[in-house]
């Protein structure tokens, strides 16, 4: 069972950069393909960023390519989102979900039944 705790979120001025952290603290995430949302308030959830179960895959949503990076460090069985640039736009509260495992290899576009509770995100000045 999949018990995924996000990290890392918090205040940080226009411009600014944070890295978003996602374990589970209930086993590994190798083979699950790995996708990060966010919701703002008053608005639906949008996917931010994904990676597949094999890693070999990576797809952004394109209001957030070339600032943020998803990656994936099996060592520390942690998935990071790595935000930089960040916009007032990008304010909202930001999730990690995982599917799988052995999970298509070569795509993250699935349907994510594992999720975070989620860290917040505001950008301001």
């Known amino acids: 069972q999949l018990r995924l705790v996000e990290s890392g979120g918090g205040l940080v001025q226009p411009g600014g950069s944070l890295r978003l952290s996602c374990v589970n603290s209930?086993?590994?995430?190798?083979?699950?393909?790995i996708g990060w949302f966010r919701q703002a308030p008053g608005k639906g959830r949008e996917r931010v960023s994904c990676m597949s179960s094999s890693d070999g895959s990576t797809d952004y949503a394109d209001s957030v390519k070339g600032r943020f990076t998803i990656s994936r460090d099996h060592v520390k069985n942690t998935v990071y989102l790595q935000m930089n640039g960040l916009k007032p736009e990008d304010t909202a509260r930001y999730y990690c979900a995982a599917q799988g495992p052995y999970t298509n290899p070569d795509s993250c576009d699935h349907d994510y039944t594992y999720w975070g509770q989620g860290t917040p995100v505001t950008v301001s000045s």
């Open positions: 209930g086993g590994t995430l190798d083979y699950y393909a």
